[in-house]
């Protein structure tokens, strides 16, 4: 199939979010790479509406791995990557009613193993963190003092920036129609003409297991989770603007202090099929609710309402690394909503794994596991 038509790359990236930026920008230093994006811009569907979170108390210990693996990247990026610091502080709070103490003293103890910092405080003292708390609500609070805000435009800016000087080629509506393996590696039709490549990364996010299937690799389910946030009026209450972001411990919402505003979510998870997310009114309506009866943030006027598409496989962990059925095709998916704050160490392990090196060292040291993120756990013909 091969022809002189197509043009020659030695690795194709499929998906301009962050976890193909990331891996473009550390993988341009070695490979001839493209990055295809089906869209007319980058991160369009789910890292461009990011709660913009850094948090080592939030999800599995594989994801806390990655997050405490990509600190060291957002607190000293290499030289131009940005022209502000990519984190500013912030700190995180997950909250529970009387009900719910067992679940933050869970929390507690589990993101001590990796976050010495955070702590337990009682209901006054998660009130003074955020203000907005009604006291009568809320009995106790895992704090997470060295929480983060996150600047995603900078990390992507950054990412591409570097890419490109590497002589990464970036490709908007190049949406992928047809996959096809070649001795030498892969043929993919794209909207703006034939690409071939040795190797094949599917960081196509909510659009993962169609490219898989494809390309004939595994049957890895990665399920779009529509995940709803909509800002409103910052409430009139002293401090507010430097509260942390709040969090409800079994997350059925959160909000946080945003660029002047409120950003309120029902923390939703509602698995819908690949496509331009938008919020849903009844979303809005139970978001709103739920802040509300925790909450004294007035809801008046909505100013703007987004969603996007998390990513979950169906152990809510990522999933790195060459397919066993189909040469040359690796797996960078499956992030969650954990995919900015991870992507440092993400991506530096897949450009690693992709050169046929090791995990760098840092992320060995912060116990980051290859095999729960490798793609051969999802192989029904693996054996113990």
């Not at 500013?88 to 869970?106: C, F, K, N, S």
Request: glycine share 10%; hydrophobic share 45%; with cysteine.
């Amino acid at each position: 199939m091969a022809g002189s038509s197509a043009r020659q790359f030695d690795v194709a990236i499929i998906g301009g979010g962050i976890a193909g930026a990331g891996l473009a920008y550390f993988l341009g230093q070695d490979q001839r790479v493209v990055l295809l994006e089906q869209e007319s811009a980058l991160g369009t569907h789910t890292t461009g509406r990011s709660a913009a979170l850094y948090t080592q108390a939030y999800g599995n210990a594989e994801i806390r791995a990655l997050t405490v693996a990509s600190k060291a990247f957002f607190d000293a990026p290499p030289a131009g990557f940005a022209s502000y610091p990519l984190l500013t502080p912030r700190g995180v709070l997950l909250i529970g009613r009387t009900d719910q103490r067992e679940a933050v003293e869970r929390e507690v103890a589990a993101a001590q193993k990796l976050t010495p910092h955070a702590r337990l405080v009682s209901g006054s003292e998660a009130v003074a963190l955020s203000p907005a708390l009604k006291p009568d609500y809320i009995d106790a609070a895992c704090y997470e003092p060295d929480a983060m805000d996150i600047d995603v435009d900078a990390m992507m800016q950054g990412y591409l920036a570097g890419a490109r000087k590497n002589g990464v080629e970036v490709w908007l509506d190049a949406a992928v129609s047809d996959l096809a393996q070649l001795n030498s590696g892969w043929r993919l039709e794209t909207a703006k003409g034939p690409v071939d490549a040795g190797i094949m990364v599917n960081a196509s996010g909510a659009w993962a297991t169609p490219i898989a299937a494809m390309a004939g690799a595994l049957a890895i389910q990665v399920t779009p989770k529509r995940r709803t946030a909509f800002l409103v009026a910052a409430p009139e209450i002293s401090g507010f603007a430097n509260s942390a972001a709040t969090i409800d411990v079994d997350e059925q919402f959160y909000f946080k202090p945003d660029a002047g505003l409120a950003l309120l979510s029902p923390a939703d998870e509602t698995p819908v099929e690949p496509h331009d997310a938008f919020a849903e009114e009844i979303d809005i309506a139970i978001g709103a609710d739920r802040v509300q009866t925790a909450a004294s943030i007035p809801i008046n006027h909505i100013n703007h309402s987004r969603a996007g598409l998390r990513c979950f496989t169906d152990d809510k962990t990522p999933v790195v690394g060459f397919d066993d059925d189909a040469p040359g095709f690796f797996w960078l998916s499956g992030q969650g909503g954990y995919g900015i704050q991870t992507s440092p160490a993400m991506s530096m392990l897949a450009a690693a794994l992709i050169n046929g090196q090791k995990a760098p060292g840092q992320l060995q040291e912060r116990g980051v596991n290859l095999t729960a993120l490798s793609p051969a756990r999802f192989n029904p013909n693996e054996t113990d």
